[in-house]
């Protein structure tokens, strides 16, 4: 019995040297980090190098009985004045990082105006190594999406961020798409950081140009890709977002690099059968100035020219863009813009009139003012002056009889026509008004004849030149129509 009690206390007497010694590395372990920080606060942010100071100072004003004869009181003072440090210290690197007044204005925190990017990697290093950085680290990007002079370290944030995957999932990007929020939406959309100056429009331009730089640099990293745009819908959140003001800068961006994403907006869904709402309506009913609208249609023509920059597509209303910006930005503004456009596509293209009208004809949901500016422009697309029909049998003069005949007869011309025109001439009438197409829709059929093919009985080498054989007879069908 004796034994064994004496075994205990042997036993609990090596328990309490070990934690001692194991107290007294982590002092000195944290003591030497503490040292370090000493040293090298020149490498810290302007702000934390003075929190630097402040827990220094504390650190040598606290009075914890260092006089005392025991060296157990001395180590337990060292301890927790080394605690008391790094504890100021800690909070304070939190409150620098963290510190979120919603949209409101930064007074404490990173500024791209006094702090580097290498000061603010230190700072956040550090604070990923504690357990308060640890449990928040997808909270400092988030914080910094909200800070003007802060947005700037965000892509070298992001890079600290993949070298800690014990702390960021690889679909999480270094911290870009958590819980906490989508870094890569709030770039793409946010047109202000101050809620105060949500409506000064040289401040929302400042962001437009520093938050489009982000997004290029993201890009360079592979952190922000082709896929974010269609995905994410950002393209739409931009023209759709409400506001006054439009991003041009990072909307022409966008548009240029993912072109595909932007005409989804504007066709129709084969499989629901829904019409989409054309994004020219949007700018016209958000955004009061012109230089919005002329962006759009600028865009919309370089990267589908045929289409008219889809300007005179009807809404589910009947109005077409170009009606309804004329109404409020002026219909000589909007021609102007209209005029400039087509004509920098036909220096590009001489058959641009042509191939635009042959696809506006064939579309339902395209005014007829299309058509009619079309062919205001080039009357010759729709109507090619042929050989006369009525020509001479024989080389010889023509008999008296026969010049009194001629001359009574009525001098007809042929006309060669789209078959696609003739059928939209029908259907494309307005307040049930005879126009030119109706008429000429009736002529065609009366008194005009489709042109009839010739029998393919050509043997052909291969099936290659039997192939390009049937796609020519698979072209747009003309008629001859004569008038």
């Known amino acids: 019995m004796k034994l064994r009690r004496a075994q205990q206390i042997l036993n609990a007497k090596e328990s309490r040297q070990k934690q001692q010694v194991a107290k007294e590395e982590q002092m000195k372990k944290r003591t030497g980090e503490m040292q370090d920080i000493l040293q090298r606060q020149h490498e810290f942010p302007t702000p934390l190098q003075v929190a630097i100071k402040e827990a220094h100072a504390i650190y040598k004003d606290m009075d914890c009985g260092t006089s005392s004869s025991t060296i157990e009181h001395y180590q337990y003072s060292e301890s927790y004045k080394t605690r008391c440090f790094f504890g100021y210290f800690d909070v304070k690197v939190g409150c ?3 510190r979120d007044n919603g949209y409101g204005v930064y ?15 230190t700072a956040v290093r550090y604070y990923l190594s504690t357990v308060d950085g640890r449990m928040n680290a997808k909270k400092i990007i ?8 802060g947005v700037s370290f965000i892509p070298r944030l992001a890079a600290v961020g993949r070298e800690h995957p014990d702390l960021f999932a690889p679909k999480e990007r270094g911290g870009l798409i958590t819980s906490e929020g989508n870094i890569i939406n709030e770039l793409a959309k946010r047109n202000y950081t101050d809620y105060n100056k949500r409506k ?5 331009r400042f962001v437009d140009e520093k938050f489009l730089a982000i997004i290029e640099r993201l890009r360079t990293m592979n952190l922000f890709t082709k896929n974010d745009i269609k995905k994410n819908h950002l393209i739409y959140a931009i023209y759709h977002s409400g506001t006054t003001y439009f991003s041009e800068l990072r909307f022409r961006y966008l548009v240029n690099w993912n072109p595909a ?3 989804k907006y504007f066709t129709n869904n084969i499989k629901t059968g829904n019409k989409k709402t054309n ?5 016209i009913n958000f955004h009061k100035d012109m230089n919005a609208f002329r962006t759009v249609f600028t865009l919309t023509m370089e990267h589908f020219p045929l289409r008219i920059g889809w300007m005179f597509r009807k809404d589910t209303y009947g109005e077409t863009p170009f009606q309804k910006a004329s109404s409020k930005y002026g219909k000589d503004n909007i021609k102007t813009i209209l005029d400039e456009a087509l004509n920098n596509q036909s220096q590009h293209d001489e058959n641009f009139i042509l191939k635009s009208y042959v696809i506006a004809a064939s579309d339902e949901s395209v005014d007829v003012e299309c058509d009619f500016i079309l062919l205001s422009r080039d009357p010759s697309i729709a109507l090619q002056t042929l050989q006369p029909r009525l020509q001479p049998s024989s080389p010889s003069l023509p008999s008296q009889g026969q010049q009194e005949v001629v001359g009574a007869t009525k001098k007809t011309t042929t006309y060669l026509i789209s078959g696609a025109v003739l059928r939209q001439c029908k259907k494309r009438k307005r307040n ?9 829709y009736l002529k065609s059929f009366l008194r005009g004849r489709k042109r009839q093919k010739q029998k393919d009985d050509t043997i052909y080498d291969n099936d290659d030149d039997k192939k390009n054989s049937m796609e020519d007879e698979n072209k747009m069908d003309w008629y001859e129509v004569e008038l």
């Open 200 to 204: 000064c429009s040289e401040h929302q």
């Open 107 to 121: 007074k404490y925190g990173p500024d791209d105006t006094r702090d580097t990017e290498e000061e603010i990697e």
């Open 432 to 440: 049930n008004a005879t126009t030119f197409f109706d008429n000429m």
């Open 261 to 263: 994403s932007f005409a």
């Open 142 to 149: 988030v914080a910094q999406s909200k800070n003007f002079h």
């Open 279 to 283: 994004p020219l309506h949007s700018i």
């Open 96 to 98: 620098f990082l963290l």
